[in-house]
């Protein structure tokens, strides 16, 4: 291992063992059953860059589920499929309201904030389910692809436990389909959602599988392009406008790089012309992002000077 990596890897540990107690700050997600099973002390992070380093402390290769996070990888995939023609269906505008808020699509229409917000994500499933003979498939092997890891797949509990109480996704769903802004059967849009946020990946595998959004769009490791460098920078606005929810602006003022949370506990952080940090810890805080997991990113970006906003 060459110094920086070692360097790397004791700024990680010592991140850690300074939060080791701050998980009580959170509560664990438990509006989906199967996810207030998890340990609530578990935690690690992950760092990848794009000249071919992934260093990790803690519990950086314990799988978790993605959750939100999987909205990154759907907004891409919907992108490359259809072009700008997305951009007439989803705004790019921050929300102001919780992750999961049915207020304002109503006054707008059907037409979701944002592609990131639950409400732009079941829109998103929607293009996917009509765009891939089988879109669950499709997602899974893009996934797949982009972490190098062929075993990536769903966990089965959390996949029955969201469709057993996704109510409001569900009505977040109808209401889109009333005003005309889902093509395919409410059922099946659903379905592919509660798939792909019930994908289990660990940190290393995630901080990986994104370094093309650090990359002008391009992977690093295999010089394949997976979105144009012009929607590489489009879904990292997003990110940092939208992708911690209604905590964006507290996260862009104190942070600074685009992130995406889930309520798993991860937490991704785009950083451009970098790489990738993913941070894991359950509890959350009231607007469902990782207590400690935004501590985490917090505190290594600012040790290495990350910000974009430098
Ligand atoms: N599956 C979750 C839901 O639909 C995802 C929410 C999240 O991670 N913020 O409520």
Redesign the pocket.
């Known amino acids: 291992m060459n110094k920086n990596i070692i360097d790397l890897q004791g700024k990680l540990e010592a991140l850690l063992l300074a939060q080791r107690d701050n998980f009580h700050q959170g509560k664990v997600a438990d509006y989906?059953p199967a996810l207030a099973v998890v340990k609530p002390d578990l935690m690690g992070i992950s760092v990848a860059t794009i000249d071919g380093k992934v260093v990790g402390a803690g519990d950086y290769q314990h799988a978790f589920s993605i959750?939100?996070i999987s909205k990154v990888f759907g907004l891409v995939m919907a992108i490359n499929r259809i072009g700008d023609s997305i951009w007439q269906r989803v705004r790019m505008e921050p929300s102001g309201q919780p992750?999961?808020s049915i207020i304002q699509l109503q006054s707008e229409k059907g037409i979701p904030r944002n592609p990131v917000i639950?409400a732009g994500a079941i829109l998103v499933s929607d293009i996917l389910t009509s765009h891939f003979s089988s879109s669950k498939l499709a997602f899974l092997t893009f996934i797949r692809k982009l972490a190098g890891n062929e075993n990536i797949s769903i966990d089965n509990q959390v996949y029955l436990s969201?469709v057993k109480h996704?109510h409001l996704?569900a009505a977040l769903a109808h209401l889109m389909k009333s005003f005309g802004n889902i093509d395919s059967k409410v059922q099946d849009v659903l379905s592919h959602y509660?798939t792909q946020?019930s994908i289990s990946m660990n940190c290393e595998q995630l901080a990986q599988s994104l370094l093309f959004l650090a990359n002008k769009g391009i992977d690093p490791r295999t010089e394949k392009v997976i979105c144009s460098a012009r929607d590489a920078h489009r879904v990292n606005a997003i990110l940092s406008t939208s992708g911690m929810y209604d905590q964006s602006g507290e996260f862009a003022f104190s942070v600074g790089l685009p992130a995406k949370?889930?309520?798993?506990g991860g937490l991704i952080s785009i950083v451009p012309g970098y790489g990738v940090i993913c941070a894991w810890s359950p509890p959350l805080n009231h607007y469902?992002n990782s207590v400690v997991g935004m501590n985490l990113v917090a505190s290594i970006a600012e040790e290495l000077g990350l910000s974009i906003y430098h």
């Open positions: 989906i959750q939100s992750f999961n639950n969201e996704g996704n509660f946020c949370s889930g309520v798993g469902g």
